[in-house]
């Protein structure tokens, strides 16, 4: 098989990733995609670096043994702990996520920026880098959403369910001015309309909302054309899911993809 022809390998800790694969795909839809959920070992967000670094390594050797031509770390978490060492062990492109604060902070209404991603992301050094790089302290706020991964993984992306959680995990903003969300997890995607509703709801504003797919889809994409990596041959191209916690449905994570439209 030419290179161009393997296929690109997406992982995360359980369906979260499904949201950056899609973004990934409408912009190149003649790739072959194979797809990683760590749903065995999910989440992510609340264990330590070491833990997550050891994780992600044996994710992304799954997908290296499966013979693909770049890697897409489609976690905000596994990103933070682990996407040095990544780049360190395997001789293929590793793309990776950031949250998107700096489009946030361009593009927000009046008030802070409120970013949302796992306790691992926002107490991790990659991403308080990113805040000091922006300096940016006194405009972000970062709330470790403990909890929320797994109400999306076990598919309660409603206004109630999601609601309720950040009534509790938002109470101390009590009026704050909030002038743009970041979805600073893949999984949260899944849930944004009930996230956003949550906000504008409790600032009596439409507020934006960003997230870091579009990036990271569009920097795999410059990534493949820089190396000469593109396929070439014409026609869609296949994506093979695979999750490893045992016996799971593999189907569910089809139906996630497909139902993700946003
Ligand atoms: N989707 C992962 C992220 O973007 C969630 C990690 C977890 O399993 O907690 O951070």
Known sequence: MSANSKPIGFFDSGLGGLS?????????????????????????????????????????????DKGVKAIVIACNTATSAAVIMMRETYNIPVISMEPAVKPALQGRREGNVLVLATPATVSQARYLGLIERLNAHSEVISVGCGGLVELIEEGHTDEESIHAYLSKRLAFLDGQAI??????????????????????????????????????????????????????????????????????????????????NT
């Open 20 to 64: 950056v694969l899609k973004t990934a795909r409408r912009l190149l839809p003649g790739e072959n995609y194979i797809y990683f959920g760590d749903n065995l070992n999910a989440p992510y967000g609340e264990k330590t670096e070491e833990e997550i670094k050891k994780l992600t390594l044996n994710a992304c050797g799954f997908l290296y």
């Open 179 to 260: 002038g743009a969300v970041v979805l600073g997890c893949t999984h949260y995607s899944f849930a944004e309309s009930a996230i956003k509703s949550y906000i504008d709801k409790i600032t009596h504003t439409d507020c934006p909302v960003f997230d870091g797919r579009h990036g990271t889809a569009r920097q795999l994409q410059r990534v493949l054309e820089s190396q000469n990596l593109l396929r070439e041959d014409s026609g869609e191209g296949y994506i093979q899911f695979y999750a490893s916690l045992p016996g799971y449905d593999i189907s569910r994570f089809e139906k996630v993809y497909n139902d993700f």
